[in-house]
Structures are given as structure tokens and as C-alpha cells.
T-cell receptor, first 114, second 115 residues
Framework: AQSVTQLDSHVSVSEGTPVLLRCNYS??????LFWYVQHPNKGLQLLLK??????LVKGINGFEAEFKKSETSFHLTKPSAHMSDAAEYFC????????????FGDGTTLTVKP | EAGVAQSPRYKIIEKRQSVAFWCNPI?????LYWYQQILGQGPKLLIQ????????DSQLPKDRFSAERLKGVDSTLKIQPAKLEDSAVYLC?????????????FGQGTRLTVV
């Protein structure tokens, strides 16, 4: 079985300040982990992915995430928020040994204030 | 590279009517997924195809939902009859062979409203 918990449904930051979106996962398998972003009326876009290589993963638009097995966490960070980062963010877990089935968290809405 | 194409973008129907959605995945992608995203929630997998075979349909409400991918390329998802709680965005995605390290590419979705 696998599941994802995004610990905050809403996060609000000021432009230029750091962003932290928290994700905890549970998996009976060796997981792969992803972060996707969804802008209003747009499709889901992959930000970054962890697939058992380096535990610190860098993605697009200055985002990065660190896989911490001991804490079963995969938090998403960015040093300085930009107005264009305002969107919905989803943490996803999947496992090849689970037929590659992906399980999404419920999402975190990021608001960026000027 | 063309992305995942879905149609229609929006659909409004009355309860008990039927509706169908279409998806054309990225060329060469063997794995195709249909997700249901209810407002305020993350996408939930309905069905996963590998070529034209079903890999996982455990969360598909089979009494009213059906999906097919006859030639292993494009796919249709049908709801018959629709219920109010089927109002959601239906997302199609595709990937190469469903490997865990492979990114899934998503279409823009079809927003269904059942009234």
C-alpha cells in the first residue's frame, strides 16, 4: 500500500521569501517521488522527481526537494518565491513493484503576496 | 513534441445522461492513465492501460464507467449514467512503459459538470 500526505492545504508567502511545501509518504515498496505543479486551467507539469539516485533533487524554476527515508518525507523548497509560483502543488508517490501506480496527495495551494 | 490531447475541454450534462471523453497520448507512449480530480482533491487513478491491455482498474466504478484503448493508441472514457458526484476534471496522462522512473505527461483535462 502507498499513500501521500501533504501537510498544508494552503501556504502563503511574500514575494522574495523562501517557500516550503511539506510532503510525507508511506510505501511498502521502494518508491519514486514526484512534485507536480498545476496552474489554473492548465495541465499538470512535472517539477522534479526522485528515483533512488541523489537524495537532493533539483527541478525546474529553482525548486528542489530532499528525499529523507528516515523521516519518510519529500519536502519541496525554493529560496525565493516569485509571483508566477502561485499555483497548486501535488506530491506523488509511485513504485514499479506496484505496477507503477501513482498516488497523489490532496495538493497545497501556494499564494504569493507582492 | 505534441503533448497529450484531450477533448472536449468542458462538458455539461444532466444526471442520468451519458458522456464520453477522448484522449490521444504522446506518440510512442505505451502506458495511458485516466484520473478523476474532484475539486479540492488530488487526482485519483481510475484506470491504467499498457498498450491495449488493462493494468489496473481497481478504482473504476464499473457499474457506470467504462474505458477502452482498442488499438493501443487513443482511448475513450465513458460514463453512463452520470451522477451529480461525477462532476470533476478527468485527466489523461501517458508515459513510456509505466516505469517508475518515467515521467507521466498530462493533458489539460476535461471539466465535467453534472446538473
Amino acid at each position: 500500500a502507498q499513500s501521500v500526505t501533504q501537510l498544508d492545504s494552503h501556504v502563503s508567502v511574500s514575494e522574495g521569501t523562501p517557500v516550503l511545501l511539506r510532503c510525507n509518504y508511506s510505501s511498502s515498496y521502494s518508491p519514486s517521488l514526484f512534485w507536480y505543479v498545476q496552474h489554473p486551467n492548465k495541465g499538470l507539469q512535472l517539477l522534479l522527481k526522485y528515483t533512488s539516485a541523489a537524495t537532493l533533487v533539483k527541478g525546474i524554476n529553482g525548486f528542489e526537494a530532499e528525499f529523507k527515508k528516515s523521516e519518510t518525507s519529500f519536502h519541496l523548497t525554493k529560496p525565493s518565491a516569485h509571483m508566477s509560483d502561485a499555483a497548486e502543488y501535488f506530491c506523488v508517490v509511485s513504485a514499479l513493484s506496484n505496477a507503477g501506480k501513482s498516488t497523489f496527495g490532496d495538493g497545497t495551494t501556494l499564494t504569493v503576496k507582492p | 513534441e505534441a503533448g497529450v490531447a484531450q477533448s472536449p475541454r468542458y462538458k455539461i450534462i444532466e444526471k442520468r445522461q451519458s458522456v464520453a471523453f477522448w484522449c490521444n497520448p504522446i506518440s510512442g507512449h505505451a502506458t495511458l492513465y485516466w484520473y478523476q480530480q474532484i475539486l479540492g482533491q488530488g487526482p485519483k487513478l481510475l484506470i491504467q492501460f499498457q498498450n491495449n491491455g488493462v493494468v489496473d482498474d481497481s478504482q473504476l466504478p464499473k457499474d457506470r464507467f467504462s474505458a477502452e484503448r482498442l488499438k493501443g493508441v487513443d482511448s475513450t472514457l465513458k460514463i453512463q449514467p452520470a451522477k451529480l458526484e461525477d462532476s470533476a476534471v478527468y485527466l489523461c496522462a501517458s508515459s513510456l512503459l509505466g516505469q517508475q522512473s518515467t515521467e507521466a505527461f498530462f493533458g489539460q483535462g476535461t471539466r465535467l459538470t453534472v446538473v
